[in-house]
């Protein structure tokens, strides 16, 4: 790896992570030299540093057991901080307890899906929204929602555990914009999907960024969440090792070998496709 690839936006650089507001006055997210872990065990993030602003996709690659997901946890307050700060604009986050971090506009959409699967669509749709302020702004935000999810109109009276796993993810994905939050946490939305399903999901992505929300997304699948990408950081034993925009990581050697090698079908030194490749296939 060429030394100038290496920590475009080093983890202690205090200034590079303060990026949390646009002329709007719509407010990122700011992540600020934090260190956590599980209780009683050894810290799994080493002060790391980043921000989302709004209307950004932000992807974190790395391998297996790198952070990505303590990562995720650790904003969403499912882990406290152990060091370090958690902010969206000027809000503090770090030390809330997660429900209210939540409702302060954070939604962590977990690995794997967590639908409840005996409850209809609509009312999967409708817990989400717990936080909102009454019934009809529920009902409001319940029909924005399925106007950014479409597809999700057909199956609003079935139960969800009914859906395939694709749908299920669209769902989950769903149930997270019901809070109406500003940044959005996703913890490898792609995974177990089959590929039009991906196209999808990564379309949807496309369009909370549209829609202002901050997105950071953790992805396996490189090749195919760069293009949607407007930033990447690259974790590696709970500390950011390489960081910098989608298309000068899509063309760094060090993420071509790593990450978009013979895996998912291309060569080395192939460039990733654009966003509107990717959309097509
Ligand atoms: N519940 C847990 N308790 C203790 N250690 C954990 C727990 N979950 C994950 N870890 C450890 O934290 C490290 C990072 O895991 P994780 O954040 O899940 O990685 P990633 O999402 O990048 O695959 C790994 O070493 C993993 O073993
Ligand atoms: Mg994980």
Redesign the pocket.
Known sequence: MAPEERDVIPGRRRSRAVAPGDASGAVGLVVEDVVS???G?PS??HDMSLSVAPGEVVAVL????????????TISGVLRCRRGRVALGDEQLSGMPAPRIAAAGVAHVP?GRRVIPGMSVDDNLRLGGYSLRSRTVIEEQLRSVIGLFPMLEPWRRRVAGSLSGGEQQMLAIARGLMGKPRVVLL??PLTGLAPILRAEVLGVVDAMRTAGHAILI?EQNAAETLPFADRVLV?HE?RITLSGSAAEMASSSAIQEEYLGLPIGRTAGEPCPTREESRRW
Request: charged share 25%; proline share 0%.
């Open positions: 872990g599980y209780r065990a799994v993030v790395g391998r297996n057991g790198a952070g990505k997901t303590t990562l995720l946890s690995e913890d490898e953790v974790i709970g």
